[in-house]
Structure formats: C-alpha cells, structure tokens
C-alpha cells in the first residue's frame, strides 16, 4: 500500500542558516501534498502544499520542491529561527484517496 | 486558520473511568478525524467520518468510539481507560475537496494520562 516517510527523524541547524527536511512517498498516484509543522503541546498546523502539477511553491519563508521522478518532496525553511523548532510531517493523498497518508515526522532544533 | 476545539485539553483518570474527549469545529466540515499520537512521534488514524450518522475505524485499532450526531461534533469516549491508553489525542476536520484531495485542520489536542 501507499506510504509516507522521512529519511531522518532529526535534524539540526544553526539560528539563521537554512533547513532542509525531506521526505519520500511511494504511490506514484499521489497528486496533493502538505507539509504541517507541530509545536510542542499543540495539534499540527498547516504550513503550505503542493499539487503534483507543480514542482515548486513559495510561502514566507518556506520554500516545498516536488520531485515526482523519485518520489521525493522536502521543505526549505529560510533562515531558521528558535520558533520553527518544531516536528515537521508530510502527508500526501490523491484522487478518490479517503484520508490523508502522514509520514513519520522530523524533529527539527534549532542551535544559537 | 481553522476553528476546531477539543476539550479537556489535559485529563487525568484513574483505570476503570469512562472518558469522553470532546471535538467541535465551526467550519461546517464535512469530514472528521480522530488520531492517536505519542509526543514528537507519528500520527495513528483512530477513527474518521464522512458527514452525520458516517463513522470508520482507522488505520490502528482502537478501544475507543465515535459518535457523529451533528455536523459540527465529533466526541470520542473510552468505556474503561486503561494506562495503556496514556497518549495525546488529536482531532481534525475538513472539507471534501475535488476528487478527494483535502487539507485537515487540527484542534490543540487532550493528553491523556490514564494511572
């Protein structure tokens, strides 16, 4: 069946660098795509998403790139502040899917 | 920016209790969603549903059960909570999209902690 999953389950940076979390699916049918950021003690919080027709989308500061060749999206995070750390998941669907697929989560920390 | 509220927002019961976490949104959403979630680590659909009187199990089994009366409510109680079901129980909704294809809102969460 169809799954979501990150490559690491950590990752972290220095305050002001930018970061990079990745993330592989494996149904090749999946068409729509997000990523939510999850602070600690909080419900996850949409961030922004992706539909297959596209290979890259732009928010504040966040960047998502779309590699359907491989089966791979990521999330850029511009100059990471001490507020994006945070567990960050992807979740994908496609048409006539009933739900949401959550990956695993990367745990993102910030270094001063 | 989702409207979706769940209280309590922390619960702790003593083994044998029958516990009620309740879940509302004002969106008017169709879809609801109850999943399971130990801190920092993977979301487990427990429970979902389409619309009023629509209720499915999820991916991971669960003790728990689901009632959709309204629209707008979608509580999840525990008949007998037992230690085992220790952990954060999130709710979200949303709206049936085109073909299927939909973003979910969550509420804050209830942690729950069973002794």
């Known amino acids: 069946g169809e799954s979501v999953g990150l490559h690491l389950p950590t990752l972290s940076v220095q305050e002001g660098d930018n970061s990079i979390i990745n993330c592989a699916y494996s149904?090749?049918?999946?068409?729509?795509f997000i990523w939510y950021k999850q602070e600690s003690g909080k419900g996850p919080q949409f961030i922004i998403d992706?539909?297959?027709?596209?290979d890259k989308r732009q928010g504040q500061r966040v960047t998502v790139l779309l590699n359907k060749t491989v089966k791979h999206l990521s999330l850029q995070i511009a100059a990471t502040q001490p507020g994006d750390s945070a567990v960050y998941f992807c979740a994908e669907n496609f048409q006539g899917a009933q739900k949401l697929v959550f990956g695993q989560g990367t745990r993102l920390t910030i270094n001063p | 920016e989702a409207d979706i509220y769940q209280t309590p927002r922390y619960l702790v019961i003593g083994t044998g209790k029958k516990i009620t976490l309740e879940c509302s949104q004002t969106m008017g959403h169709d879809k609801m969603y109850w999943y399971q979630q130990d801190p920092g680590m993977e979301l487990h659909l427990i429970h979902y549903s389409y619309g009023v009187n629509s209720t499915e199990k999820g991916d991971l089994s669960s003790e728990s059960t689901v009632s959709r009366i309204r629209t707008e409510h979608f509580p999840l109680t525990l008949e007998s909570a037992r230690p085992s079901h220790t952990s954060q129980y999130l709710c979200?909704?949303?709206?049936?999209?085109?073909?299927?294809?939909?973003?979910?809102?969550f509420g804050p969460g209830t942690r729950l902690l069973v002794l």
């Open positions: 149904n090749s049918a999946s068409d729509y």
């Open positions: 992706i539909r297959s027709n596209m």
């Open positions: 979200a909704s949303s709206e049936a999209g085109i073909g299927g294809r939909e973003t979910q809102y």
